[in-house]
Each structure stands twice: as C-alpha cells, then as structure tokens.
C-alpha cells in the first residue's frame, strides 16, 4: 500500500488579522474602495514598507462583512497546503463538505486541481448570501502555476457580495498573471498602487502627531521631501532626531541595509547597474539614460522599474528618483563615478538643464568647468528674469576668491545683488568687475559695468548720474549681449524722468526688432515694460493686453518682470474690481516671496495696501505700507517706493480721520520725492497735497497740486493729472469757490473717465461726492458716474435721494438707474415718490424701477409689443431686427456696425467727439478726416436700419447721439436674472434655475472680437461676474447633492484659472462628497504642484 505523506500542518496564526499595538495613521483612501462595493478583485501592490498589510487590516477592521484573512509565506507555494490553509480561513464564515476538503488535498496529481477547488469553494461561498471579504496578504510568496490557475478560475466566478483582495510586493503585471484583464476593463478589478500608500502631506502631519509631535517645520519638511512619502522611511527618519539632518546627504546605514534586503534583492543585474549608472541624474529622460550608457535599452529597463514601481517618479516629462533610494545607489558608484558626473554634466548642457550640469560638474571636481558654465549662460539667464537661479549657482557653486579673480563671475554677483535689492553690495561687485576689466581692457565688458552702474545709480534717485552712466555704456554695448537691457534701462529713466512717450517709443522700436526673431523671452520683457509706460499713459485697456500678451508667452504664466504685475493689479483697482486686484497683487507678492525677490518687496507692498485701503480694510492696508517702508530703510533700497508707501499710508490714514499722522507722513513723502525723478517728484504731491491744505497748509497743498498739474499735463502723465483735478475740484468745494470747483469737477470726470479710473471716487467718495452730483446735474461723463454711484451702494443714498427730489427731470432720469441698482426701502419710498412727479417720463422710469424693486414684474424677456433692435452682446455680436438676423447684411463698412455697438454699450447720449475717439483713436488729432468718416458712417448705419424698419433709431440731438428705440440684448437679459438670482435666498432651487437660466446667455465674452479700448473693462468685469455666478452655482449643486453638476462646472472654471484656490478647495469637496475621495486626492496634490510652481 502506497503511503502518501502527511499534509503540512495547519497554522492557524497565519489566518488572524493582525493586530497594531498603538495608533496608526488612518489612510483616507479606505472610504473610497468600501463605497465602491461593486468591484470583485481589489490588488494593493507596492514595494516593501509602504503599509500593505497595515492598510489590509484597516480594512479588515471596518468591514461590514465577515473577514476571511490568509497571510502567506514561502511554504503556502505548495497547492494542497494554500487550499487547506484557505479553506481553514473560511471554515468560520462559510459550510463545506470536510471529506470533499480531503479528498481534494489528497489528490497527487495537480492535473484538474483547479477545477476541484475553484468547486469546493465556490460552493462553500455560496453558503453565505451575505458574501466574505477575502483578504490573501504576501502574495508575492507565491509563484507555483496551479495556484495561480486556482485563482483566475476562481474570481470571475464569486458570489455577488464576496470579494477578493490581495497584497503584496508583486509587480502591476499581476493582473496579467491572473488573467484579469478583461474584468479591469470592466471596472470590476481595483488598484491600490505605490502612489495610494504614501503618506499624503495631512497623513504626514497625522503621523507626527501620533508620535510626538516635536519634529520643527524645517525637519518635517526635510522628512517629506527625502522620503516622498515612503511610510517605512518616514518612520525611521522621524526617530533620528538631531542626526536627522544627516540623511540629507548620506542614507543611515540601517535603512541602506533594509533597501538591499528587502527592496532590491532579487532585482535583476542589469536593472541594479542601470539604477546605479542614472542615479548621477538628478531628473532625466530615456533619451538621457542612452546617451549617458551608451545603448538604446534604457526605454526597457525603465518600463521594467515602472511595472515593479521601484521608486521612479515622474514630472513634467522628466523621471527621478525618490531621494532616499538615489541616495543609496550613488554610494554604489564604483571607479566610473566621475566620468559618469561628467558626461552627465555633458548632457545637461545639451539639454539647457544647466543646474544638473553644474552640480554634476562639482561632483566631478571639475571646478574650472563650473566657472566655465556659470560664466557662459549666466548672463543670459539673468536678461531674462532668472537673476535667483544665477544667485543659487553663485552661492553654491562658486567660491567667493573664484568671484573676486574672475570680472565676469564678479559681474554677474553684482546682477544678483541689484535683483536681491541690496545695491551696496551690487555696487561693490560691480566695482571688483571693472578694475579686472581694465587691466584686460575689456572695452565690452566695461561698459556693462557702466549700464549696472547706472541701475544702481537709479534704484538710489541720481537720476543723471544714472543717464551719465548709460551715455557712456551706449557706444561700447550694440555688440554685448546686455543690448537689450540697456535699451529697458534708457526707457525706465526716460519715464522717471517724464518723457512718457520717449519711453513708448523707445520699447515700441524695441519690439519691432524682436517680433519674429522667436526669442520669447526677449519679447516678454519688452511687452511687461512697454505694458507699464502705456499703463502710466492711461491707457489701462491697452496695457491689460500687453500685459497679458507676454503673460501668453510665459511657461509658467509668470512674467520676468514680477513688479509689472502689480501694474495688473493697479488696473483692476482703477477698475473697481477690487477682489481681482486683490488676488493679483496676493499672487505676486506670493511669487516675489517664493523666488526671492526682494527688490520688488516695496512694490508689492503698495499695491497690496492700496488695494486693502479701497475694501476699507484699513489695518491690512498700514501693515503693508510699513513693511514697505521699513524695508527700504534697512536695505538702503528704492527710495522712490519708499516715497509712495508714506504718501499712500498717509491717505489711508487720513481716511479714517487720524489726520496728525497723516500730515507727518505726507511731509515726510514730499522730502524723500524731493530727490527723485520727476514722475515722483508729479506724483507724490498730487496725493500729499490736499492732505497738507486739509491739515493747516492751505497754500501750500494747492501750490503742490498746481505744480503737479502742470508737470503731469506736460509728461501726458494721464493717472496723476486725474487725480490732481479731483483734488482740486474737492478743496475749491471746501473753499466755497464753485466756479473753480465746477471748472476742475468738469476736468476731473472727463480725465477719469477716459481712464477709467472709477475707484478713487468710491473710496475718497466723502471728499469727492460734490464732484458726482455736479456730473448728475450737467450730464458730465453720466455712465462713468452712474458706476461709481453704483460701486459706493447705499452711503450714496444721502446725496442722491435729495437730489433726485430737487432735480429736474433730466437729473432724475440719470439717477433712477442707480437708485434700482442699490436697491432697499428707503430708494422704494422714494420711487414711491417719484411716481406722482410732473415729468411723465419720470414717472414711467420711476414706476418701472418701482415695480421691478417690489417684484411686480417679471423678467424681462423678449416679449416686448413694438418690434425691437436685438443685440447678442456676449460672445461674437450678432444683431436682429425681430427675428430676421441682419449681423451679415451689407453694412459698406464694419464701422457702421461697431458705431451701432457702441451706442448700445454706451447707453446715453454722446457727442461727436467721444464717438471719435472712440472709433478712429488715430484719427482723432486729424479733425477734417475724422469727421468725413464720422458722418459717412452714421449714414450707412441710418441707411442700414431703416432699410430693416429701424428708420428713426438714431437721434440726434444737441450735439449729441444716442439710440431712440425699442432694443434688447442678452446684457440686459443676463444683468436681469443676475439681479433676481441674488435677491433669491442663496442656494435654494430657485436660484439655481435663475443662474442657469443666467449662464445660458453667455455666449462668450463681452464683444468677444472687437478690438476697442472701451470694451475691455467691461469685458473683464463681466468675466469676472461670470466666474463669480458660476461658483455661486457651484454652490447651488453642492448644496442640492448634484455632485457631478458641481464638478463639471469646477473643472472647466480651472481651465479659466488654474491657480485659483477657491476652485481646486470646493472641486476637492465636490470628489469627496460624492465618494471619489482618490480624485479628491489626485486634485489636492494638483493643487500643490500648482501653488509649489
């Protein structure tokens, strides 16, 4: 009798969940897979030590179902001992037949094993209705066929309600190996890969606190950065302590032991050779790797470390290693090591990865190759934009003696300095650069030090000394590389010094040369430069565009610039899209705090504190301006910023009646102006001066603002003219003085219309309120005070409420539409009022805002009687008389159609002029010919209309234009359900159905391709509008629970607006809550990148 040997014993240790003694960091992505209850395979693969099994008995833990756990180990390779051990795990969950059970494991021959014990199973799992969670941990142990075989016969065959999971340090070619393709596919096989059970930055800051707590920022961040996440590491470096720093640089012995043992044993040769060889990249392509072995196997070899997931990261292309691990296999490096530091240099070179190439280099030791690079490309780095890069390879890379004998390391320091703001220390570098240029007589070379000179002569107020050191560069630089940068430097004193237009002109010449030549960084430097002197022209439409141009060719979406773009946040301010500039002027000051870009701390700092002042948060606005101003009395720094930060806080100050203090910065800004360029020496008195003659010095404050006016009116300083007759028109107000006060009122609302420059009146409006109602009264620039009144709300109210009583009904029709604009029961009385007055006009207008306030009347659609003028304002203009589309209709000339637009965006009564200058702005200075044009076009437009039954739509009146007729525009329409939505209660249906009903007539942007000046803020306050109604909806959808409604709207708003927090914070909200917790992941770490870059 044949005896067969006994069946090895049964373990019943290896099917208990295992227990943790302590708490553990709870891994978020667990909800996520639970709620997911339709998959049936759920694979968690990962190298050792990122928790498989502690994440597998988390899951264990919270099951609603009964566990059946199995972990395996190296004996369990053999059949009959992995169904018996199996079956045993099951034996409490489900009922089988014991004698089929040992008939099955008795069986010598594999051949139909499979068959018998996917039965046996099967049928044991059908016992229970309510299914098991079958959890097989270690499964890299296994790799006998048969068992292999057991399983891929046994999955697509589980009960509805009993799942599978396995885990183990396989590679993602285990779903091949079970022949699981199919079901994957199909979404019924999940994957818990590497990327899932890393430590997330909360899980880390969770960790911490779970152990003590006591690690520094610093340390935590260097813990997060070596270990990427890696729970086995984490938990070791966390134990370092003081010897944590260490690792940085060199991998502690015992986890470099841990690595070999358990990592990388039994990883082929030729991969750990490879591995080794590429770790002297510190980011690398396969490209690389080839050029670097020299073969064409590195596409394979990488393919092989992605599907074992061995510690290969990927990022914009390029693949590195995670820290620790790199750390570990540079130390392999054998007698090679610096020829392969060297040809990697080599290659970073090549590929313009000039960082990699230097510390390569320096590993080498070849320092005299360093130089060499550094003084190769740094120069060019810094043209455009990248002193800090320079900076970190000066710091780190090159020795203060190699600087000090080299004139152009010497150079390039002196470059980095005027980028940091430290002018002293520029001053001395620039001075070591040109003795050594001299004893070579360096002709090129000392003439750049001329034009750093001459920076630094500007950024200290010698604004001729500066313009003395440019004269004597100019010669000697038509060949030097830094030809550019003098001919930004000669425009920034031209502009200083006043001469605006010398300065355009300048740049405009600048970028004729360079439109073409594909040197987009040349052309983004000029764009954001020639962007500032337009912005100062008060231009803010143009400038918007040039700024956002260079911004289109920008990588990063970041201009080289960095203090222009304070210049697009002063635009929005001017605007009265306050929250805009605000974001602005947070994410440049972000980014200049990041890069370190102190030069531009003041610069920020103002723009910030301006913007903090115009929302009335006062204490934000003094912190800012004092940090600014402290700034550059410790660094020596910009004067000229330090001036506009005491006169800027003095009005701030002054805003809130704390006058003392703001007539002691005042005098303070004009001493300092005093030694700076003319453009300071026009601006700062035009804001110093009304304070002065509020404060005691009459004379004194309007001889300022004389002075200023003349200065300004003579540079076309546009901004600073503007704001010279406001404050001129205010103290003549003061005085008593109404002919001079109606004289300057009448210049400073046509100076701040042209520019828009709508927001000094909403936050000064308790000293310029005259200025608004004497522009109700005579119809001064009506649509331009009608904005601002809006802006200001309700504090309006007092003044307007008695003049629309007294007024005549002209008066009262300009204020009717602000009134409903603001709204409450106090404009009801008064519209109440309005409906007994005399003027029949009056009394309709006022009846309709009545009725329209008390929600009387419906919506207005296109339901009007008389048949009307229709205009689709939003996206591309299109317009209909009825409903016959007549946009493609043979208007002789496009400027009979845009004159037609532009009544309709105007919406009152304009003159020739304006229409003019509005139409043909290059013709303006030629009257004749603009006028021939004038009136040709508005025959073709009469001629057009009335041939579409639209004989009398154009009225002429005094000296002005307007359209009489019955229109509709899908503005109109938009603004109108706009208005209901937010007087609805918030996120209830209803204004949800009105948003949508709102969204669907944006078509696009407003007058999405005319190209007018006019056009532009009003198109980007109805962009604004509409992001801020589509995240109201957002808010709609979260609130009703139609989570992918809300995500759907969230992704294409951060198509619009990438950096926008808001949006990835309430699109992280929108996964999570409707159970896509690893979306929800993906788009936090998104959310990093994006903030980190």
């Not at 002209?810 to 009134?819: A, D, G, N, V």
Request: glycine share 6%; net charge negative.
């Amino acid at each position: 009798m044949i005896r067969h040997p006994e069946p090895t014993p049964l373990i019943t240790t290896k099917l208990k969940c295992p227990k943790y003694h302590g708490r553990m960091v709870e891994r978020v992505i667990l909800a996520e897979h639970l709620q997911q209850a339709d998959y049936k395979v759920l694979l968690v693969l990962a190298p050792a030590g990122y928790g498989k099994t502690v994440f597998l008995s988390q899951l264990a833990n919270i099951s609603h179902r009964p566990v059946a756990w199995y972990s395996l180990e190296p004996h369990d390779n053999d059949p009959n001992t992995f169904i018996r051990h199996l079956a045993a795990a099951l034996q409490d969950r489900t009922t089988f037949d014991e004698v089929h059970l040992q008939r099955l494991v008795s069986k010598p021959d594999p051949d139909g094993l499979s068959r018998y014990a996917v039965g046996f199973f099967i049928h044991a799992l059908q016992s229970r209705p309510d299914g098991v969670l079958i959890i097989l941990d270690n499964w890299q142990v296994i790799s006998r066929p048969v068992i292999y075989e057991i399983l891929s016969d046994l999955v697509p065959l589980l009960p509805q309600q009993t799942q599978l999971v396995i885990g183990g340090r396989n590679s993602l070619d285990l779903i091949r190996h079970l022949a699981l393709e199919r079901m994957h596919v199909a979404g019924q096989v999940q994957i818990i890969d590497r990327s899932d059970l890393r430590f997330t930055p909360d899980e880390l800051e969770g960790f911490f606190r779970l152990k003590d707590g006591s690690l520094e920022k610093e340390q935590f961040d260097l813990v997060v950065n070596v270990s990427e996440g890696w729970p086995i590491a984490v938990n070791f470096l966390t134990q370092m302590g003081s010897l944590l720093e260490e690792a940085k640089d060199t991998i502690p012995q015992v986890l470099a032991n841990y690595i070999d043992r358990e990592i990388l044993q039994g990883v082929p040769s030729e991969i750990l050779e490879f591995l080794i060889k590429v770790s002297v990249f510190s980011h690398f392509t396969t490209s690389d790797c080839d050029q670097l072995l020299g073969n064409n196997l590195s596409k394979e070899r990488m393919r092989y470390l992605e599907s074992h997931q061995l510690f290969l990261e990927e990022k914009d292309d390029q693949y590195y290693l995670v820290p620790l691990i790199r750390s570990y296999l540079l130390g392999k490096l054998g007698s090679d090591r610096d020829a392969l530091y060297k040809k990697a240099g080599t290659i970073g070179i090549g590929r313009g990865h000039l960082s990699q190439a230097i510390n390569c280099f320096l590993e080498a030791g070849d320092r005299e190759t360093v130089a060499d690079i550094v003084v190769r490309f740094g120069g060019e780095a810094v043209l455009h934009g990248r002193w800090q890069t320079v900076g970190e390879w000066l710091d780190t890379a090159i020795t203060a003696e190699e600087i000090r004998v080299n004139p152009r390391l010497s150079l390039l320091q002196a470059l980095v300095e005027i980028g940091r703001g430290q002018l002293g220390h520029a001053q001395r570098a620039v001075n070591q650069a040109e003795s050594l240029f001299l004893l070579s007589d360096d002709q090129i070379g000392l003439a750049e030090c001329q034009l750093l000179k001459a920076r630094i002569s500007r950024g200290r107020g010698a604004m001729e000394e500066s313009f003395a050191f440019l004269f004597d560069a100019e010669a000697n630089l038509s060949a030097s590389r830094f030809k550019l940068l003098l001919a930004i430097e000669k425009s920034i004193i031209y502009y200083s010094a006043g001469r605006l237009q010398d300065s355009r002109d300048i740049l405009q010449q600048c970028l004729q040369e360079n439109e073409g030549t594909g040197d987009n960084e040349a052309l983004v430097m000029i764009l954001e430069a020639l962007g500032n002197i337009t912005y100062l022209l008060g231009e803010g439409p143009r400038a918007l565009l040039l700024f956002k141009r260079a911004i289109s060719l920008c990588p990063e979406g970041i201009m080289p610039g960095y203090n222009f773009q304070d210049m697009m946040s002063a635009i929005y301010d001017d605007w009265g899209e306050t929250e805009q500039a605000l974001l602005i002027a947070q994410r440049s000051a972000a980014i200049k705090e990041k890069m370190g870009l102190t030069e531009d701390l003041p610069s920020s700092c103002l723009q910030l504190a301006l913007v903090y002042t115009n929302l009335g948060r006062f204490d934000d606005a003094e912190r800012y301006f004092l940090q600014g101003i402290n700034y550059v009395r410790e660094h020596d720094s910009d004067r000229a910023s330090l001036a506009l930060n005491l006169v800027f806080l003095s009005r701030t100050l002054a805003l809130q009646g704390k006058w003392v203090e703001a007539r002691a910065n005042a005098k303070e800004a004009l001493e300092v102006a005093e030694s700076q360029p003319l453009l300071f020496r026009t601006s700062i008195p035009t804001v110093a001066g009304p304070i002065l003659a509020r404060t005691g010095s009459w004379d004194l404050g309007l001889n300022l603002l004389k002075g200023a006016e003349k200065k300004a009116l003579r540079m076309g300083f546009a901004k600073s003219l503007a704001y010279c007759y406001q404050a001129l028109a205010s103290l003549y107000f003061l005085q008593g003085d109404l002919v001079e006060a109606k004289r300057y009122t009448q210049k400073a609302l046509v100076a701040s219309a042209k520019i828009n420059d709508l927001q000094n009146f909403v936050t000064c409006y308790h000293w310029y309120y005259p200025l608004l109602v004497y522009g109700l009264e005579t119809g001064t620039e009506t649509s331009f005070v009608q904005r601002v009144l809006r802006k200001v709300g309700s504090p309006s109210l007092k003044h307007l409420i008695p003049l629309v009583m007294r007024g005549d009904p002209e008066t009262k029709q300009r204020i009717i539409p602000i009134l409903l604009e603001i709204g409450g029961s106090e404009v009801c009385d008064a519209l109440d009022a309005l409906r007994e007055d005399p003027s029949a006009y009056v009394r309709n207008m006022a009846q309709g805002a009545y009725e329209r306030l008390m929600g009387t009347e419906e919506v207005p659609k296109s339901a009007t009687t008389k048949r009307a003028l229709g205009l689709q304002l939003l996206g591309p203009v299109r317009i209909f008389a009825g409903e016959q589309e007549i946009t493609g209709v043979k208007w002789r000339s496009h400027r009979a159609r845009d004159l037609l637009i532009y009544l309709a965006h105007i919406g009152q009564p304009v003159s020739k002029d304006q229409i003019i200058e509005a139409l043909w702005p290059d013709d303006y200075h030629d009257l004749g010919k603009a006028d021939a044009k004038f009136h040709t076009t508005v025959y073709r437009l009469r001629s057009v209309l009335k041939k579409h039954g639209f004989p009398d739509m154009i009225k002429h009146g005094t000296e002005v234009y307007t359209l009489a007729g019955p229109i509709e525009t899908d503005l109109a329409h938009f603004d109108a359900l706009m208005k209901s939505a937010m007087g609805s209660e918030m996120d209830s249906v209803e204004q949800m159905n009105l948003l949508e009903e709102a969204l669907e007539d944006y078509h696009g942007d407003y007058l999405e391709y005319l190209d007018y000046d006019w056009a532009i803020p009003d198109r980007e306050a109805l962009r604004l509008r509409y992001g801020d109604a589509k995240l109201r909806l957002v808010s709609c959808y979260l609130a009703s629970k139609q989570y992918e409604k809300a995500i759907s709207e969230l992704v294409l708003l951060l198509k619009r607006d990438e950096l926008n927090e808001t949006y990835h914070s309430l699109l992280m909200v929108a996964y999570a809550k409707s159970g896509q917790r690893q979306a929800a992941q993906r788009q936090y770490a998104q959310l990093t990148e994006v903030l980190e870059e």
